[in-house]
């Protein structure tokens, strides 16, 4: 996977005003709630319908047909103001940036990541939602993820890291994007984990 710059995007971004700034918080907001809605609802809907119904396949063609308009709105906004931080309108609409990426496509992932990094850099964005991104998409294409933000379950039921790209150097790039140590981690989850950090 390789995510480049877009030129596209970088120098020729606008500079919303205060009232702007509250008109795309209120926008993101309401994004973000049409984007969990139905998110939300899926599961009752399983229940009643069967997971692999008529009415499920109807039920998440529903869901893709949004996540495209969304997707629309979304591009148009970072276009042309870049990646919003929680500085600018908040911590929830900056975090419905992140929900909304999360179901875009590959190709708008990859392009606008770098501008959520730019942001995670400023400490405008929250770190931890860069690396499920960038790990996700890597854990997803079957590579190894880099910042060891993804976990699953091996056969027994344990919780266990997805494979970690050169996991003593995890710390490193933790680091490199103002994100804590994997140990506290790795805790929280149940995990024990053993492998020396180092820096070089």
Known sequence: MIIIFSSSIYGQLEQPNEKKLDSLKTKLETLFMEDQLFRRLYQDAEKKFGKDSDEMEYFWKVVEEQDKRIEIEFIKMLEKYGWLGSNQVGRLANGALFSIIQHSSIETKEKYAPLMKESVLRKESQPMH??????????????????????????????????IEKPEFVNKRRKEINLAGIESFAKERGIEWSITQKEK
Not at 136 to 157: E, W
């Open 130 to 163: 860069y690396a499920r991104l960038i790990d996700r998409m890597l854990v997803n294409n079957k590579k190894p993820q880099i910042y060891g933000s993804q976990t699953t379950n091996d056969k027994n039921g344990n919780a266990i890291f997805f494979e």
